[in-house]
């Protein structure tokens, strides 16, 4: 299997998605993580059914990092009142915590040494073209998306292009959450095809950099155990891409 596992028991798995690889099935038919983990699931068990496998959240294709998914539906029903804070009773869990690493496509020396400063935006989505973008708090389909961002370093990418490292906190989990926000305030991942107007014109000028995935990646993962309750936390590195020209 190509996918790493990080950790398992029988109510667990935490695994690195790999860069490119679908977290669900779509219309390519392309490999993805549901079905590659539930056929290494069905190869452990005894029973010849179809192994449970709950989808807790999702990162972007293009995106790698660390996912949680469950293997029993209590299991599925805990983390998933996790993603969004909430879960019934006098003794509610806490949020799911999610840090990354994103890689800016421009200078932000001037923020060096600053502490985490905070973002709050109202983003509305485009099925049509699966983009999202920033609009007004008076809009009715936009959704309030909150994170906290902080610059680590600053660099030059193989072209001699300035690149920020930042590390990102989510408070909301929205469509392209990341991307979006960073792009709608001026600082556009590295990498990103989707957000990034000028890093596309730069790949027409530079055939070789047609490989590029966006530079954002899940590096820490924090939840509540559904059965023991123990806060566990669970961490990994980027190695591959822009993040290469970084000290991670």
């Avoid at 599925?76 to 804070?85: D, I, N, P, Y």
């Avoid at 991942?189 to 966006?214: C, H, S």
């Avoid at 530079?215 to 190695?239: E, N």
Wanted: proline share 4%.
């Amino acid at each position: 299997m190509k996918i790493p596992i990080i950790y398992e028991d029988s109510h667990v798995i935490v695994c690195e998605k790999p860069v490119g690889m679908l977290v669900q099935s779509d219309r390519s038919m392309d490999v993805d993580m549901v079905n590659e983990l539930k056929n290494y699931l069905h190869e452990k068990q005894t029973e010849k059914k179809e192994p449970y496998l709950g989808l807790i959240h999702r990162l972007d294709r293009p995106v790698g990092g660390v996912l949680v998914f469950a293997k029993t539906p209590v299991a599925a029903k805990s983390l998933c009142s996790q993603v969004s804070g909430e879960e019934g009773g006098k003794n509610p869990l806490q949020k799911m915590e999610k840090k990354y690493y994103a890689v800016v496509d421009k200078d932000l020396s001037d923020k060096l040494g600053n502490e985490a400063e905070e973002l709050v935006d109202y983003l509305v989505k485009d099925a049509r073209t699966n983009t999202s973008k920033i609009t007004t708090a008076k809009d009715k389909n936009g959704k309030k998306a909150v994170l906290f961002y902080q610059v680590l370093a600053v660099y030059k990418d193989e072209k001699g292009y300035p690149i920020t490292l930042i590390e990102v906190t989510l408070k909301t989990g929205r469509h392209h959450q990341i991307r979006a926000q960073m792009a709608g305030n001026q600082m556009p991942l590295w990498g990103d095809t989707k957000y990034n107007d000028t890093f596309i014109e730069r790949q027409k000028q530079n055939p070789d950099m047609r490989w590029a995935n966006v530079g954002l990646y899940s590096h820490t993962l924090v939840f509540t155990h559904p059965i023991s309750k123990k806060r566990m936390q669970f961490d990994a590195s980027p190695k591959d891409g822009v993040f290469k020209q970084f000290d991670l």
